[in-house]
Nanobody, 120 residues
């Protein structure tokens, strides 16, 4: 599986961005899709994940109520809608895929990352 994330950019605090991640292959709906992020000087952290059929979703506590993960299996694409952005959301965001369920901490496939910068 090859993953291509896009949609990052510079936004003011309180603003919104939508990240997209397009996946190659014809078995996209078998994969749990996830988003992770890594800020400068910090460890990579889990953001959100969605099961293959979209029926199970998991969020990190720090994004609940602000971020929404969704997927369009017809387009082989997963999205991360980010609202009420804060400066601490500044990070490189990575799209991931794995055949395990959305509670997994291990992902086999990673995209190249897209930078989100939130100014105060």
């Amino acid at each position: 599986v090859q993953l291509q994330a896009c949609g990052g950019g510079l936004v003011q605090a309180g603003g919104s961005l939508r990240l997209s991640c397009a996946a190659s292959g014809s078995t996209f709906n078998r994969y749990t899709m996830g988003w992770f992020r890594q800020s400068a000087g910090k460890e990579r952290e889990f953001v959100a994940a969605i099961s293959g059929n979209g029926g199970s979703i998991v969020y990190a506590d720090f994004v609940k109520g602000r971020f929404t993960i969704s997927r369009d299996n017809a387009k082989n694409t997963v999205y991360l809608q980010m609202n009420s952005l804060k400066p601490e959301d500044t990070a490189v965001y990575y799209c991931t895929a794995d055949l395990r369920g959305p509670t997994t901490n291990e992902y086999a496939y990673w995209g190249q990352g897209t930078l989100v910068t939130v100014s105060s």
